[in-house]
């Protein structure tokens, strides 16, 4: 049974061992729980991560990120820096193929040159063969999935026997294309993918661009790059929301202390007001008894 086979088998069994496990159990992948399981993306190809022994269970994801502990048990952080440091050390990739590319390129005076093989008929033909069994293959796959998901396990078992033999057949076709005309060569231009840092041909036959789009170690940092993408647009949506709530409360306790000088100014003014029309009633006082007393005197 192929790696990839095995590795889809149990994902299927680990999804009815999870239903009596818990979110916090150490053998539940806390990736999955809060995205994806980034080993489950690149199986079978050059950027394969090794398997992933946890179980992934997309009931256990939902109890977790409804759970009073969602987001508060450093999941989410571990997950992210994982995914950067992935992105971390693919673009340093990429960086050494463009710098690659541009050195082939001033070496011979024309951009983006390497020396690639001639595709005669022959070869062309045998690149279809491939192009079909990798067709094949992924829609095996799926069936598997399918099969699994409802519970029809033999059927899965089955269709597993079947990819093993496409798998077969696929990689002999492969040996022979890298042996059809070995020492013919012609000159082919060259991009970098800034996606995942295959090497393209541009003017390559559609299908063959179409298969590498929709690949698996394309299709895998594709989504690892959409998530990081989401991830720094929530983080800033969030800074944003937090700096208008601080602007918001500054500017209410600005208003309050406004407020309050205001209402301690009019206590102060009333004060004084109240001290002055108080002095002006005993000065009048004084003065009428004074005008009172001179009259008693001249009366006398």
Known sequence: MTDMARQLLEELMNQYQGTSKDFRDSDVCKDHLVNFCPNLLFTNTKADLGSCELIHDDRLSTEYKSSSDYKRLGYEESFYNRLHNLLSDL????RRAF??????????NNNHIFSMQVINPEKEENQESVILLEEKIKTILENIENAGEEGRIEEAKSLTEQLENLKTELKAAQEKANTINPM??????????DVCGAFLVPDDDTRRLDAHIEGKQHQGYLKIREALAE????????????SKERKSSSGSRYQRSISRERTSSRRRYSRSRSKERSS???RNKYKERS??????????
């Open 280 to 282: 002006s009633k005993s």
């Open 291 to 300: 005008r009172y007393r001179s009259r008693e005197r001249y009366n006398r």
């Open 91 to 94: 673009d340093r990739k990429i």
């Open 184 to 193: 013919f060569k012609n000159e082919k231009k060259l991009e970098v993918c």
């Open 99 to 108: 710098e690659r590319v541009s050195t082939e390129a001033d070496d011979k």
């Open 231 to 242: 991830h720094k647009k929530t983080f800033e949506r969030g800074a944003r929301r937090i």
